[in-house]
């Protein structure tokens, strides 16, 4: 294709059809329209089949997001230097934005059923600390932490169990997010700390209203 600039604010836009030249005469007005139109057309991608934990693959121009289900249901937290080994965990989601130069830019993370999941488990207000909000809330705050890239999808196992092991404080704790009224976040792991997973759905998590989709919809895409 050729296009040729006019004078009188007119484009000359040559091309061939099937070894025809054919040329049309536009307002330079309604290509730079088009221009603007095709740069900011939002195109989705979904993936077909995902690797173990691998939930949704949402992808834009700018970005990826991606659901993972945390594989473990027990793991080595920490309370400012403070160890809790085997500490008992609900079944927890990532939900990761990567954007174009593969770097995680934001990190968010809830709670849903145990067992086989759906589009349309529950999902459960997160009752521990650095999410901010209230029972809906699941933007996780990471600090200082420096944004982690990856090369591979399966780097983000790594990078959910990163998150996972970053030493837990008081910051953004809200005791409204579960039923045991523990108004500190250290007095809720104490708690906690001898109990099952079972034991979160029949004494401690709150339905929130949301589904499993609408934490895979965060990035866009709507999987039915």
């Given amino acids: 294709m050729l296009l040729s600039l006019l004078d009188n604010n007119m484009c000359l836009v040559s091309y061939k059809d099937k070894d025809v030249c054919v040329e049309k005469y536009i307002s330079a007005d309604d290509f730079i329209m088009c221009v603007s139109n095709s740069l900011n057309k939002k195109t989705e991608i979904s993936t077909g089949f995902c690797p173990p934990g691998f939930i949704s693959i949402s992808i834009t121009e700018s970005q990826k997001y991606i659901v993972y289900q945390y ?3 027990k793991e080595n937290i920490s309370y400012n230097g403070a160890e809790f080994k085997d500490f008992p965990l609900p079944a927890i ?8 130069l593969n770097y ?10 145990l067992g086989a999941l759906s589009p349309k488990s529950k999902m459960y207000a997160y009752p521990f600390a650095n999410v901010s909000g209230g029972n809906t809330s699941s933007q996780l705050c990471v600090g200082n932490s420096r944004p982690m890239k990856i090369e591979r999808l399966t780097d983000l196992t790594y990078v959910a169990e990163h998150y996972m092991l970053l030493d837990n404080n008081e910051d953004y704790y809200n005791y409204t997010r579960s039923r045991l009224n523990c108004h500190t976040h250290i007095s809720l792991l104490n708690h906690l ?5 079972k034991y979160y759905y029949k004494k401690v ?14 990035g866009g895409i709507d999987c039915g």
């Fill in 205 to 218: 998590l709150i339905e929130n209203g949301l589904t499993l989709q609408d934490f895979i919809n965060k």
């Fill in 104 to 113: 995680v830019s934001d990190v968010h993370i809830g709670v849903t059923e």
């Fill in 193 to 197: 700390s001898n109990k099952t997973s």
């Fill in 71 to 73: 594989p473990k249901l």
């Fill in 93 to 100: 989601v990532f939900g990761f934005f990567v954007n174009a």
